[in-house]
């Protein structure tokens, strides 16, 4: 099976199928952005005249001599066409203000950056069980598109990756792009990768501590993450 219950693990290998023994499902050749999720699905209404968003993204990537913090801002243009419910689940998220704050936990230079776990444990309680149905992948997961974690079919639920390259193996895998970055994609270039993967087999942030302590695990032990200041409509 490709679905879990309760524990978000993080990280998926593709292709060639095992199970390690703590149950979590390994995919062996490509890595792929992945999500532990259980099944109950939502419906909203997608307003398809809000398909500009606006992000503001602190704690960039210091260059060379900087001493500040470095702040920037991407746009995302959503595409309805490409996967529609994705883009109704991502416009629900924005409405409630959900990316405000969230961190990119995991971000692996020439592949894609990875946010979408909320820094309120409580949150993430409330939707780690909201999954929504798999769309069917239009276009490929090129550089600057958009596209939800998962972890098995018709397991999305608010877990985002942005592409930093042509990604097309992803394309196998069932991931269905739900918009590109049209502004900023040097911020998104930016955002600090200096933690490498995540953990079990990285140094990086564990998903499933994100999930029981938010925020407060992260500003301890990873300060340096990249994170959503603000995300709103344009």
Same mark, same amino acid.
């Given at each position: 099976?490709?679905? /879990?219950?309760? /524990?978000?693990?993080?990280?998926? #290998?593709?292709?060639?199928?095992?199970?390690?023994?703590?149950?979590?499902?390994?995919?062996?050749? &490509?890595? $792929?952005?992945? &999500?532990?999720?259980?099944?109950?699905?939502?419906? /909203?209404?997608?307003?398809?005249?809000?398909?500009?968003?606006?992000?503001?993204?602190?704690?960039?990537?210091?260059?060379?001599?900087?001493?500040?913090?470095?702040?920037?801002?991407?746009?995302?243009?959503?595409?309805?066409?490409?996967? !529609?419910?994705?883009?109704?689940?991502?416009? &629900?998220?924005?409405?409630?203000?959900?990316?405000?704050?969230?961190?990119?936990?995991?971000?692996?230079?020439?592949?894609?950056?990875?946010?979408?776990?909320?820094?309120?444990?409580?949150?993430?309680?409330?939707?780690?069980?909201?999954?929504?149905?798999?769309? =069917?992948?239009?276009?490929?997961?090129?550089?600057?598109?958009?596209?939800?974690? #998962?972890?098995? !079919?018709?397991?999305?639920?608010?877990?985002?990756?942005?592409?930093?390259?042509?990604?097309?193996?992803?394309?196998? =895998?069932?991931?269905?792009?739900?918009?590109?970055?049209?502004?900023?994609?040097?911020?998104?270039?930016?955002?600090?990768?200096?933690?490498?993967?995540?953990?079990? =087999?990285?140094?990086? !942030?564990?998903?499933?501590?994100? =999930?029981?302590?938010?925020?407060?695990?992260? &500003?301890?032990?990873?300060?340096?993450?990249? $994170?959503?200041?603000?995300?709103?409509?344009?």
């Amino acid at each position: 099976t490709t679905t /879990t219950t309760t /524990t978000n693990t993080g990280q998926i #290998m593709s292709l060639r199928k095992e199970t390690r023994n703590d149950g979590l499902l390994l995919l062996r050749k &490509e890595e $792929y952005p992945s &999500e532990t999720t259980t099944t109950f699905h939502t419906t /909203t209404t997608m307003d398809s005249n809000n398909t500009l968003i606006q992000f503001q993204v602190s704690n960039l990537n210091q260059k060379e001599g900087e001493q500040k913090n470095r702040n920037g801002t991407f746009v995302l243009r959503l595409h309805p066409s490409w996967s !529609p419910l994705g883009v109704q689940r991502f416009l &629900e998220l924005t409405q409630i203000s959900y990316w405000d704050e969230c961190r990119f936990f995991r971000v692996i230079p020439n592949f894609m950056a990875q946010f979408g776990i909320h820094g309120d444990p409580n949150m993430n309680v409330q939707w780690n069980h909201r999954t929504i149905p798999d769309d =069917q992948k239009v276009v490929s997961n090129k550089r600057g598109t958009v596209s939800f974690a #998962m972890r098995g !079919p018709n397991t999305r639920t608010t877990q985002i990756f942005i592409n930093f390259k042509d990604n097309a193996f992803l394309d196998r =895998q069932g991931f269905s792009p739900i918009g590109e970055v049209v502004e900023g994609m040097d911020v998104v270039e930016s955002l600090y990768a200096g933690y490498g993967e995540g953990a079990p =087999q990285g140094k990086g !942030p564990n998903q499933g501590l994100i =999930q029981a302590k938010g925020n407060e695990y992260l &500003e301890k032990s990873y300060p340096k993450l990249s $994170y959503f200041s603000k995300a709103d409509f344009k």
